[in-house]
């Protein structure tokens, strides 16, 4: 069986995650996402989610793409992920090429072209407009 992890806070979900998660699936037979937890994100992020860890990992695990949510709590453990889960594939999106070329020596690294025109970034930015020109 060929396992693939991908990692992400996935708030707001929209069709561009829907789209990584369809593409990473794609490149095995179980999907892994390991979702960033409330306080990695607060702690080391700066982000705050408009949704809880707990309901974002409800969402994830209903998408027919997703085999397995795991919490990701901190930047260096994707490496032991990736040994711990016997991974073939590591996938992020482009936007982080380059930055996980230390995995190639235990996994295949893809970096998969993010969904133009869609971003949770630009979601928040739209609705504070809209909420700020009402």
């Given amino acids: 069986m060929k396992k693939v992890i991908?990692?992400?806070t996935f708030d707001l979900l929209h069709y561009?995650?829907?789209e990584l998660l369809r593409r990473a699936s794609k490149l095995g037979d179980c999907l892994i996402v390991a979702l960033s937890t409330d306080e990695f994100n607060s702690?080391?992020?700066n982000k705050k989610t408009y949704f809880s860890y707990e309901e974002?990992?409800?969402m994830l695990e209903a998408i027919r793409y997703v085999d397995k949510v795991i919490p990701e709590e901190n930047w260096e453990q994707k490496r032991t992920d990736v040994v711990d889960f016997d991974i073939d594939v590591f996938?992020?999106?482009n936007?982080?090429?380059g930055h996980f070329d230390d995995l190639k020596d235990l996994?295949?690294?893809v970096y998969l072209e993010r969904t133009p025109d869609i971003s949770t970034s630009q979601i928040k930015e739209d609705l504070h407009?809209?909420?700020t020109n009402a």
């Fill in 6 to 8: 991908t990692y992400g």
């Fill in 56 to 58: 974002r990992k409800k």
């Fill in 43 to 45: 702690r080391e992020k």
């Fill in 95 to 97: 936007d982080w090429t």
């Fill in 91 to 93: 996938v992020i999106g």
């Fill in 16 to 18: 561009g995650h829907i």
């Fill in 129 to 131: 407009d809209k909420k």
């Fill in 107 to 109: 996994c295949e690294v």
